[in-house]
């Protein structure tokens, strides 16, 4: 195999699991999708164009689980990306600044500047919000993004941090763009997302769902000349969002019992179970991942790790430069038991060629 210099997670996408090849690079579920998803697409028969905003009767089934909202308060997005991409657009203002966590979800950069906004980063230590350089580096923006339960981290932030960040980005005019995808996964009893007048809520049915090539996503606001400027930005890109997966995103949202998301998750958490002790009993260190379905343990120069695990020993990892730390390596565990433990023999193969 040509060994090219693997410079960003566009690289992996798309590449699943075979031929001998294990990914821990995924950040989507391998589990499938709940029956009534599908059984809702027997027989569908729509082809029009829908309203931009949003199938009706979707968003008339998301205002029935957030309390106190309206319809009117969605927009129905392709995914969470876009979500993100038109709140960030909407919200430009000259010389405005966008506040993100670091380590983050490695498009955030990307997503803040592509809108023309600069970014500056809040630096999480072990995985958390610390609230005193948080304030720091909110004050003055237009708004900060909130990832909880965390890619690439898997931390869980604490209800009294979040209400805290909320409280303060409220008293000085400052949007707080809540990235709830992950809100389905927690493996604790802090289980917050933050909420408040100032809050913009995204999420999507990729990750609760195993529904990421649906491409449905959601956002909330508060704010309705936001929310009306968002539908006209959408109106010229990309219109509205696929009327076939908006069938399937309702089905998920009305159809399908809890006891889906409790099963789910119960596989979710043996799997971290089992990844985590073993990266234990290899030595590493790394935090127990408390939501999402990621481990995020130091290694020794984490870019050329990714290259020889790809190359060498056929792992997908993920560099930890592309989340904005530089001494780890991002490791999904979207994949099953047996997996995980063919790739932890691999990955103590190649850690003792790098010890010291």
């Known amino acids: ?128 919000i610390d609230i005193e350089n948080f304030k720091a580096q909110a004050e003055g923006c237009v708004a900060v993004i909130i990832n909880s339960p965390s890619n690439p981290t898997g931390t869980v932030q604490n209800k009294e941090t979040l209400k805290a960040c909320q409280k303060f980005c409220e008293e000085k005019g400052v949007l707080v763009i809540s990235d709830n995808v992950y809100k389905d996964l927690f493996y604790t009893d802090e289980n917050y997302c933050v909420q408040g007048p100032n809050v913009i809520t995204i999420d999507s049915f990729s990750k609760s769902y195993s529904m990421c090539g649906f491409r449905v996503g959601y956002l909330h606001s508060w704010d309705g000349d936001l929310v009306e400027k968002i539908v006209e930005m959408k109106s010229h890109t990309s219109m509205n969002t696929s ?23 119960k596989i979710w958490r043996e799997r971290r179970n089992t990844f985590y002790q073993g990266m234990l009993d290899l030595g ?29 020993y056929n792992i997908i990892t993920y560099d930890g430069t592309w989340f904005g730390d530089d001494t780890r390596l991002r490791f999904s565990y979207a994949l099953d038991v047996e997996k995980i433990e063919i790739g932890l023999k691999r990955l103590k193969e190649y850690l003792k060629t790098i010890e010291d």
């Open 243 to 265: 009327i076939m997966s908006q069938e399937a995103a309702y089905a998920a949202a009305t159809k399908v019992p809890q006891g889906f998301l409790d099963e789910t998750l």
């Open 1 to 128: 195999m040509e060994r090219k210099k693997i410079n960003s997670p566009a690289f992996f996408i798309g590449k699943g699991q075979g031929d001998d090849l294990i990914s821990f690079g995924s950040g989507q579920p391998d589990l499938p999708p709940p029956k009534e998803v599908f059984e809702a697409l027997n027989n569908y028969q729509c082809f029009k164009y829908c309203l931009v905003q949003g199938s009706q009767k979707l968003r008339d089934a998301l205002s029935t689980k957030y309390e106190d909202t309206t319809p009117e308060q969605f927009v129905i997005t392709n995914g969470a990306s876009e979500a993100l991409d038109l709140v960030l657009r909407a919200l430009y203002v000259k010389g405005g600044k966008v506040a993100i966590p670091r380590p983050y979800y490695y498009s955030y950069p990307h997503n803040v500047r592509l809108a023309h906004l600069e970014v500056v980063y809040y630096d999480l230590v072990d995985g958390k």
């Open 284 to 312: 590493l260190d790394v935090w127990n991942p408390e939501g999402a379905f990621y481990l995020f343990p130091k290694i020794k120069n984490p870019s050329k790790a990714c290259n020889d695990l790809y190359y060498d």
